[in-house]
Nanobody
Framework: QVQLVESGGGLVQPGGSLRLSCVAS????????TGWFRQAPGKEREFVAA????????YYADSLKGRFTISRDNAKNTMYLQMNSLKPEDTAVYYC?????????????????WGQGTQVTVSS
């Protein structure tokens, strides 16, 4: 049974940084990929970034390139999202999601596994 557990959310001032973590269990590395999504109140769930667990391939939403960095530590079964220069519009619940197959997938309904989400609030 695949499980994903996010942590690291919180309140941060504009311009600050935050690192989210997602611990994954119950998966095998072959073709395993995970991604970050976010959902602000009243908005649809939005793709942030994705990473493949075999190799180092990553994929980002164009609007977030340069500020957000996705990475993973296979030894710890953990994926990270480093978020820098945060803006109020980055405020959302951030979700970790997992799937097997192509990793550059941006549609939420193509991910089979989801974490419970972690709240990120950017405010002064």
């Amino acid at each position: 049974q695949v499980q994903l557990v996010e942590s690291g959310g919180g309140l941060v001032q504009p311009g600050g940084s935050l690192r989210l973590s997602c611990v994954a269990s119950g998966f095998t590395l072959d073709d395993w990929a995970t991604g970050w999504f976010r959902q602000a109140p009243g908005k649809e769930r939005e793709f942030v970034a994705a990473i493949r667990w075999s190799g180092s391939s990553t994929y980002y939403a164009d609007s977030l390139k340069g500020r957000f960095t996705i990475s993973r530590d296979n030894a710890k079964n953990t994926m990270y999202l480093q978020m820098n220069s945060l803006k109020p519009e980055d405020t959302a619940v951030y979700y970790c999601a997992g799937r097997w197959g192509t990793f550059w997938v941006t549609k939420p309904n193509e991910y089979a596994y989801w974490g419970q989400g972690t709240q990120v609030t950017v405010s002064s």
